[in-house]
């Protein structure tokens, strides 16, 4: 599809601050349509915090929020334990597809599991009763866990073929409109209806302005 972006990342290797980021500046540079895609899979190794500052934990956690706002559809495709790197990933795409067999898992560290931004995004996105064992005690969630605590989208035996079909059905988004709805649900958590009522009519008057246009 004109436009796809793809990556390979390996929650193994040490936080590829450098590699995220140039995704996310080829995303940014090319003004096509067409997702973003990271195929996530892997665990970090023994003792992989050892060189870790919390200088290099910060810029890992500015390019995943970085990912997490593009102005283009965002997909994670996830295969056997993700942990570390990959984890955090998966869970700032905006769609998230993981293969049968596939574990989300908190990476080790210090004598309990590590405490990034990880756990803000799953207590976020499954309410802490959902996550309280994987975040307190390191235990897995397992790929059917995973998709009833909508920490993704879809469980498939032929993530290609769900790939492709996204591929075509985000060629006909447009990047900004996307980021504008996608900041929108960011919002509402802890915004009050009267507060996020002039951003939704800002952005219903962009939408009818285009749509008068078209």
Same mark, same amino acid.
């Given at each position: 599809?004109?436009?796809?972006?793809?990556?390979?990342?390996? %929650?193994? !290797?040490?936080?590829?601050?450098?590699? =995220?980021?140039?995704?996310?500046?080829?995303?940014?540079?090319?003004?096509?349509?067409?997702?973003?895609?990271?195929?996530?899979?892997?665990?970090?190794?023994?003792?992989?915090?050892?060189?870790?500052?919390?200088?290099?934990?910060?810029?890992?956690?500015?390019?995943?929020?970085?990912?997490?706002?593009?102005?283009?559809?965002?997909?994670?495709? %996830?295969?056997?334990?993700?942990?570390?790197?990959?984890?955090?990933?998966?869970?700032?795409?905006?769609?998230?597809?993981?293969?049968?067999?596939?574990?989300?898992?908190?990476?080790?560290?210090?004598?309990?599991?590590?405490?990034?931004?990880?756990?803000?995004?799953?207590?976020?996105?499954?309410?802490?009763?959902?996550?309280? !064992?994987?975040?307190?005690?390191?235990?897995?969630?397992?790929?059917?866990?995973?998709?009833?605590?909508?920490?993704?989208?879809?469980?498939?035996?032929?993530?290609?073929?769900?790939?492709?079909?996204?591929?075509? #059905?985000?060629?006909?988004?447009? %990047?900004?409109?996307?980021?504008?709805? !996608?900041? =929108?649900?960011?919002?509402?958590?802890?915004?009050?209806?009267?507060?996020?009522?002039? #951003?939704?009519?800002?952005?219903?008057?962009? #939408?009818?302005?285009?749509?008068?246009?078209?």
């Amino acid at each position: 599809m004109n436009g796809e972006l793809t990556m390979r990342l390996e %929650g193994i !290797r040490p936080l590829p601050v450098e590699e =995220l980021n140039d995704l996310c500046d080829r995303a940014e540079d090319r003004r096509e349509s067409g997702p973003v895609t990271v195929r996530v899979t892997g665990v970090p190794a023994d003792g992989w915090s050892k060189d870790l500052t919390v200088g290099l934990v910060s810029k890992w956690e500015r390019a995943v929020r970085r990912f997490e706002r593009l102005g283009r559809l965002t997909v994670a495709a %996830g295969s056997g334990d993700c942990a570390g790197p990959a984890l955090d990933v998966l869970l700032a795409a905006d769609v998230r597809i993981v293969a049968p067999g596939t574990r989300l898992l908190l990476s080790l560290v210090g004598g309990g599991t590590w405490p990034g931004m990880t756990v803000y995004r799953l207590t976020r996105q499954a309410g802490t009763a959902g996550i309280r !064992r994987a975040v307190l005690l390191g235990a897995p969630i397992e790929a059917d866990r995973a998709l009833a605590l909508n920490l993704v989208d879809e469980v498939s035996e032929d993530p290609a073929a769900t790939l492709a079909g996204l591929a075509e #059905a985000a060629g006909a988004l447009d %990047g900004t409109e996307m980021a504008i709805r !996608r900041q =929108l649900m960011f919002e509402a958590g802890s915004t009050t209806f009267e507060d996020a009522l002039g #951003a939704h009519l800002a952005a219903a008057d962009r #939408a009818l302005r285009w749509e008068a246009v078209s």
